[in-house]
């Protein structure tokens, strides 16, 4: 009777950690969403008891996913301002792009070269959603779908984790920069046509040089983007 009993309690227990998890994951996906789709711009503040009262759970969970997303490189914990969506300087996204420059290439050679017949479709799909959304938030969250589905298919798990992170902080200004200027998402869904035509075909020499442009160009409107908040930064503190 007494192993039935520990059975039974161990059981209620596992019960308790998957509902648990369950509830992270929820909160982790909610607040992934709402941070690269850039309806939470980097700076923002996040309030643990809001946040649960707000998704209608308790703080175990929000506080579990906060730093989940702090790992992906999305969030920030500070134990004097407390939680708030990441925010770079121009200086830290130029080096992030910099390695990304010398990153991509390795990872979409290996795309190219590995990709299924299944991953082409799933990347066309995602392709063909993005030139009909006209709403930013949602197209932010395709471009985001699309670049994970490629590195996907590389076949290179450490090289993606790395590479994850830093496009996780690109993705937070290149939302922000979307918002404000809606007119470059045509420009980048022709980038994505030629990408993913060069992955259909097998040509890492046009793949390469499309992620390399298409890097460039990002690089350059987040910089403009950034630009008037950086100046007035150093305006005030006198440099």
């Not at 996040?46 to 989940?68: D, G, H, K």
């Not at 070269?113 to 395709?142: G, I, K, Y």
């Not at 922000?176 to 020499?205: F, Q, V, W, Y």
Request: net charge negative; proline share 4%; glycine share 4%.
């Amino acid at each position: 009777m007494e192993f039935v009993h520990v059975k039974h309690v161990q059981f209620d227990r596992m019960a308790s950690i998957y509902r648990y998890r369950t509830a992270q994951a929820v909160v982790a996906d909610r607040l992934r969403h709402a941070v690269l789709s850039g309806q939470l711009p980097p700076g923002s503040r996040l309030l643990q008891a809001a946040v649960a009262e707000e998704m209608r759970t308790s703080t175990t969970p929000v506080r579990e996913a906060m730093r989940e997303l702090a790992g992906e490189g999305l969030l920030d914990l500070d134990p004097h301002r407390g939680v708030m969506v990441h925010s770079s300087s121009v200086k830290e996204l130029e080096e992030i792009y910099q390695i990304r420059s010398l990153l991509e290439p390795v990872a979409i050679a290996a795309t190219v070269t590995n990709v299924t017949p299944e991953q082409v479709a799933f990347a066309e799909d995602l392709v063909e959603r993005m030139d009909r959304e006209s709403d930013v938030a949602e197209w932010a969250m395709l471009n985001v779908a699309f670049h994970a589905g490629l590195a996907e298919a590389t076949g290179l798990p450490i090289l993606n984790s790395i590479l994850a992170k830093l496009r996780n902080v690109s993705a937070l200004y290149v939302a922000s920069m979307l918002h404000h200027h809606p007119e470059t998402i045509g420009t980048a869904n022709e980038e994505h046509r030629a990408l993913l035509k060069a992955c259909k075909s097998g040509d890492i020499k046009a793949a390469t040089a499309t992620e390399n442009a298409h890097l460039r160009h990002t690089l350059i409107l987040v910089q403009e983007q950034m630009a008037p908040a950086a100046a007035g930064a150093a305006s005030a503190t006198g440099s």
